[in-house]
T-cell receptor, first 112, second 110 residues
């Protein structure tokens, strides 16, 4: 079993839709959770970072963490064609190495 | 501000040739540094990480090695490339609890 599972998609939605991206994990030691966006042939860029259960909002993006269920989500409101990218969840146990373990990524296409 | 530089952006190398990819970080001291590889359509696989000069931890056994000769320099190497070494290589550094990535090197072994 992979430590982090993520639906690879692709996910195709019309412009303006609400998008829900999800990851599950098996390692209860994970304490820090991140979402990255990656455009084709580019390095990932950090979108959201959180370390506690609950919701964190930043503009059109909301990150949700449920540690009891080992489940994290990223919601995108009013999705735009420019949101079309691959979204990667990542998590870390927060020890000195702070190794980030990534999901396989979900490819999102927002249709105009 | 903190920045990360990774080069080259693309590289085509024959099987059996050596490899050296370099990553440097500016604007921070003693960062944790990481090398990841991403296969086409796949997530990021952690290859090596370093918490300080000369300290390298390997995550998966393979044809690659890493070195950290200076505080903000991280090098990924191979003595003889294999076809299976093709992929997108990413360097990252940690600031606080957030990790930031370089723009990557796309390596094609032919």
């Amino acid at each position: 079993q992979k430590e982090v599972e993520q639906d690879p998609g692709p996910l195709s939605v019309p412009e303006g839709a609400i998008v829900s991206l999800n990851c599950t994990y098996s390692n209860s030691a994970f304490q820090y959770f991140m979402w990255y966006r990656q455009y084709s042939r580019k390095g990932p860029e950090l979108l959201m970072y959180t370390y506690s259960s609950g919701n964190k909002e930043d503009g059109r993006f909301t990150a949700q963490v449920d540690k009891s269920s080992k489940y994290i989500s990223l919601f995108i409101r009013d999705s735009q064609p420019s949101d079309s990218a691959t979204y990667l969840c990542a998590m870390s146990a927060g020890d000195s190495s702070y190794k980030l373990i990534f999901g396989s990524g979900t490819r999102l296409l927002v249709r105009p | 501000s903190q920045t990360i530089h990774q080069w080259p952006a693309t590289l085509v190398q024959p099987v059996g040739s050596p490899l050296s990819l370099e990553c440097t970080v500016e604007g921070t001291s003693n960062p944790n540094l990481y090398w990841y590889r991403q296969a086409a359509g796949r997530g990021l696989q952690l290859l090596f990480y370093s918490v300080g000069i000369g300290q390298i931890s390997s995550e998966v056994p393979q044809n690659l090695s890493a070195s950290r000769p200076q505080d903000r320099q991280f090098i990924l190497s191979s003595k003889k490339l294999l076809l299976s070494d093709s992929g997108f290589y990413l360097c990252a550094f940690l600031t606080g609890r957030e990790a930031f990535f370089g723009q990557g090197t796309r390596l094609t072994v032919v």
